[in-house]
């Protein structure tokens, strides 16, 4: 059974970058990007991969789109490289970091767009802020159902077997098309290295790119986004290293007096 | 006594005139089969790729006389030195001798008179006739009784070897009988077959020997023809294609042999990138095959096989000779002839079907024979061992590579662990990912300026990615920026701006992402109007120096060591206090064998400390890797296979204090090799910039105390 898949991408900063390299702008509340790359985030990567096996499966296309600026496109033609089907640019012209619900509603518009679909794949999160929320918002902006956490995906007898991670283990779950999953990393969706041919190959394949305008949907007060997300600081937390010796006169007093400092202090924490 | 001047022999004597004709057929048939020998492998060879390989006629040949003629690579061992030179001088002598025959008989020309007769035709002839025998009996000696591992035992090496010696002795029987039969007047000139005249006469008559004469005369002719027309088709092959492998060598260092690969064209026309199959290869490759002599060298010194992995260089070369020869149209994806072909795993009507040249239909050979397993090609640490080793010069290791290429290009396929090198190169432009440190950590307190500050430096300080990024070579960059402040060198670095030069993405076989980075490295380079460059990496020495030219970046490449042995040369570095220890030199292979540079890391030992470095048993020329070139620093290898032990193991056997280096990926690679073995002894790892920096230092600390 041939699966329309959909896979959104984020590109964000390396985060490999060594930590001494790593400045925020306080003042914009934005990380400094510095000498730093930009990069796919790895669950994005993890979700195209998790697509892209169930594809060599089940048959069907893959349709990778992201928002961002216009870097983003170095994302997407890794997608291509990859051997996803068609790539979406949707150009970000200027929302700093946009919240996560503009950017659902921004895909939830083009995925419209594009018509069908049987499965939206995201990461679960992105390397950047971490928010997490993206996956859930554009279930809902789409009306569909969603599951997080999904580290492996298999055709069922009517819809997808899903296993996803919960905090106790995990569960398995049998979906019926269409519906949104957020992508989590498994040592089955460690993304693969294109081929070189098809690295380059990818920049001679067309790419997409919209405009907000094109996407129809209220341009203005997706650049000004939501009022319920803010950024109010930003900071590198200071690491302190604070080196303490219990004593005691005997072993077992040491122990006990170790075993209670040590409940103090991840108390205060 | 007879006058010498009047010395010779009757040619054909005993054989009667009816049957010389049968000798003449003899001869011209075995020519005529050994041309079609050489003139099939030949026409294999076509179905390759170009190579320049006939410019520079002067510098080939010699080569050629160094190598083929004077053989200084085949006496490198001891067997080889004695057996191989008797047999081969031997035959020469033999050859002249029956040229000799061929212009006194055939052309009528009196050569074969007086004092030559017996100065070479006999005496000479009669010695090194005995010089074969005692080879092939050395060389018999070693495969029955010493049996090196590196040797292929065939049937064919023993009948070789059997049907030399049978040709000598019956060589002798003839010129004995003869002796014999005759009462030659001269016999004693030919002190050996004299010998079994006099012997053969205490039991045998005048005309039994006659007879006998007559009888090995012909069994004397039948092997040697029979030999010349069986020699094409063995490994005899070698006298012929070994002298022409040797003319057509590389020219270049062994750190250059890596073949450009025009990456636009193949995607264009749709070749494969890198080897898939034969087709792929240039005719040198194919010819390569085909002048290998079996003698193992190459796998006797490759660092993977010394630790008991698959890689064998000689297998990878043997076994692709035998696929060229059972499949010679198939295997470059030519239709079948006429010949069946029992190979053919795509059967023979489609076969019969495909266009001619098709390469991309011709047999793969990756994976489809035992030595070029993918498993075997990512173990090669592109050290050059078995180039430098090989007398008929051929190139293993490129063919490695070229299989890479097609692996990693065409197939994504590589090891896990390479994979994040691989991607952290094409994102960050270092293989290190995950390190905690920045490209310009390591000048913290120091004044280093970068090209971009800099307005007036001489001379670039190319830092590399393992010098600035892994903590341990931080010191050994920062000792030798100390030294060129010290010695009063106006530097620079890029700094942030220095991405890899691209070697470990070449030689994992990622052309595309080399020449991306070669690209963007030789644009900065030459935007700053870099002129000079020291660099402490022999890796991103070995690629400014072989592999940039092509890129449009030239500029003269010294490695720290031969710097700084020059600023100690011109008296700008004066160290004093000499470090006492026994210190032995680990040859970097890419500073050392791939690009010859031997002394001037020694020198610094040398100046560093009371004494020239103790020499291990493999160094120079025939240096052992550390396990870290070709990528392989990024691979996880077996526990009991690694190469940085077994090296560990012969530093250790020196009983020095302080193993010396000079490429910060020896140097990680041993401390941990050394660390592994940490109950034997413990050495320390140094490079020879921080051994010259602390002989520095100390003359400064120790003048300022004294004053």
Redesign the interface.
């Known amino acids: 059974m041939p699966v329309n898949i959909i896979v959104c991408v984020k590109q964000i900063l390396?985060p490999?970058?060594?930590?001494?390299?790593f400045r925020v702008d306080a003042e914009q509340r934005e990380a400094v990007r510095g000498?730093a790359?930009l990069?796919t985030n790895i669950f994005c990567e993890n979700a195209l991969e998790t697509a892209l096996q169930l594809k060599e499966k089940s048959g069907g296309k893959i349709t990778v789109i992201s928002y961002g600026a216009d870097s983003t496109e170095d994302a997407l033609r890794k997608a291509l490289a990859m051997k996803a089907d068609a790539a979406i640019h949707i150009l970000n012209d200027g929302q700093a970091h946009p919240d996560p619900l503009s950017v659902a509603q921004v895909l939830a518009a083009a995925i419209r767009k594009l018509g069908e679909f049987d499965v939206v794949m995201l990461g679960r999160e992105s390397g950047d802020w971490g928010v997490g929320q993206t996956a859930g918002l554009l279930a809902e902006e789409l009306g569909v159902a969603a599951v997080a956490f999904v580290d492996k995906v298999e055709i069922g007898a009517d819809g997808l077997q899903l296993k996803r991670q919960t905090d106790v283990g995990y569960e398995r779950v049998a979906a019926t098309m269409p519906l949104v999953i957020s992508i989590t990393n498994d040592e089955h969706n460690?993304p693969?290295?294109?081929?070189?041919?098809?690295?380059?190959?990818s920049f001679r394949q067309p790419l997409t790119k919209w405009t907000l305008e094109d996407l129809g949907v209220n341009a203005a007060e997706v650049r000004a986004g939501n009022h319920y997300y803010a950024v109010v600081d930003l900071f590198i937390p200071v690491q302190e290293l604070n080196c303490e010796f219990v004593d005691g006169d005997t072993l077992e007093a040491r122990v006990e007096k170790f075993a209670q400092r040590i409940i103090e202090v991840t108390g205060s924490m | 006594m007879m006058n010498p001047e009047l010395a010779t022999r009757e040619v054909f004597w005993n054989i009667p005139h009816s049957l010389v004709w049968v000798m003449y057929l003899m001869f011209v048939a075995s020519m005529a089969v050994a041309a079609y020998g050489i003139y099939r492998r030949v026409q294999i060879w076509r179905r390759g790729l170009s190579a320049k390989r006939f410019d520079r006629p002067l510098e080939r040949l010699k080569l050629l006389l160094k190598h083929s003629a004077a053989q200084q690579r085949t006496v490198r061992e001891k067997y080889a030195a004695i057996f191989h030179t008797f047999i081969y001088t031997g035959f020469i002598v033999l050859a002249l001798a029956t040229t000799v025959v061929a212009i006194e008989y055939d052309l009528g020309l009196p050569v074969m008179q007086g004092r030559f007769y017996l100065y070479f035709q006999s005496f000479i002839v009669d010695v090194f006739g005995v010089l074969v025998l005692i080879g092939v009996g050395i060389a018999l000696y070693r495969r029955a009784i010493v049996k090196p591992r590196k040797l292929v035992y065939t049937d064919e090496a023993t009948l070789i070897l059997t049907a030399i010696f049978l040709m000598a002795l019956t060589g002798f029987l003839v010129e004995g009988w003869r002796i014999g039969a005759t009462d030659e007047v001269w016999g004693k000139w030919s002190p050996f077959g004299y010998l079994l005249a006099q012997a053969s006469a205490a039991m045998l008559s005048r005309n039994a020997m006659r007879a006998a004469h007559f009888g090995a005369w012909w069994t004397h002719a039948v092997l040697v023809f029979g030999f010349i027309a069986w020699s094409p088709f063995t490994k005899m092959a070698h006298v012929v294609f070994a002298p022409l492998n040797i003319y057509t060598a590389s020219l270049r260092p062994t750190g250059a042999a890596l073949k450009n690969l025009d990456i636009e064209k193949a995607m264009e026309s749709g070749a494969p990138l890198g080897v898939k199959s034969l087709a792929q290869f240039t005719w040198k490759d194919l010819a390569d095959f085909d002048a290998c002599t079996e003698c193992g060298r190459c796998t006797g010194v490759c660092p993977a096989h010394t630790v008991g992995k698959e890689l064998s260089p000689r297998d990878i070369i043997l076994d692709l000779q035998k696929f060229m020869h059972a499949n010679p149209r198939a295997a470059f994806g030519l239709p079948n002839g006429n010949s069946s072909n029992g190979n053919s795993a795509n059967g023979g009507d489609q076969a019969a079907s495909r266009k001619p040249q098709a390469a991309s239909e011709a047999l793969p050979i990756i994976g489809a024979l035992a030595a070029t397993s993918p498993a075997a090609l990512w173990q090669c640490t592109t050290c050059g061992a078995c180039m430098e080793a090989c007398p008929v010069f051929i190139e293993q290791m490129p063919k490695i590579v070229d299989m890479r290429r097609f692996l990693v290009m065409e197939e994504a396929d590589f090891p896990d662990t390479m994979a994040d090198a691989v991607t952290s190169m094409e994102t960050r432009g270092h293989p290190f990912k995950g390190t905690q440190s920045t490209r310009v950590d390591w000048t913290e307190g120091l004044q280093v300026q970068t090209m971009a500050e800099a307005k007036d430096a001489e001379v670039l300080f190319w830092v590399g990615c393992g010098g600035a990024l892994i903590e341990r070579n931080q010191k050994t960059v920062r000792a030798t920026a100390q030294l060129l402040h010290k010695a009063g060198v106006k530097f620079a670095i890029l700094g942030r701006e220095e991405k890899c030069t691209g070697d470990p993405a070449r030689r994992i076989g990622n052309e595309f992402l080399f020449e991306m980075l070669a690209k963007e490295n030789t644009e900065k380079l030459n935007h700053y109007g870099v002129k000079k460059i020291i660099t402490s990496c022999p890796h991103c020495f070995n690629t400014f120096r072989n592999e940039y030219p092509q890129y449009g970046g030239e500029y003269e490449v010294f490695h720290h060591s031969e710097y700084l042995a020059k600023l100690v040369d011109e008296g700008r570095l004066a160290p004093l206090e000499k470090n006492d220890k026994k210190i032995t030199f680990h040859d970097p292979c890419y500073l050392g064998r791939h690009n010859g540079v031997f002394d001037a890391p020694r020198q610094l030992v040398q100046i560093a400390a009371r004494n020239a470095p103790i020499e291990m048993a493999q160094s120079r020329e025939n240096g052992f890797c550390c396990g870290g070139g070709g990528g392989m620093s990024f691979i996880d290898e077996p526990k009991d296979q690694r190469v940085n032990q077994e090296r560990a193991r012969q530093i250790l056997a020196t009983g020095a204090d302080i193993v010396a280096v000079g490429c910060p990926f020896c140097t990680t690679m041993l401390e941990d090799g050394i660390n592994a073995r940490k109950g034997d002894r413990d050495v320390r790892v140094m490079d020879v910039a921080e051994l010259l920096w602390q002989a520095v230092q100390d003359s400064t600390t120790n003048g300022a105390n004294k004053n």
């Open positions: 390396d490999e970058i060594p930590s001494r390299d000498a790359n990069v460690v693969r290295i294109p081929k070189t041919r098809d690295v380059m190959m």
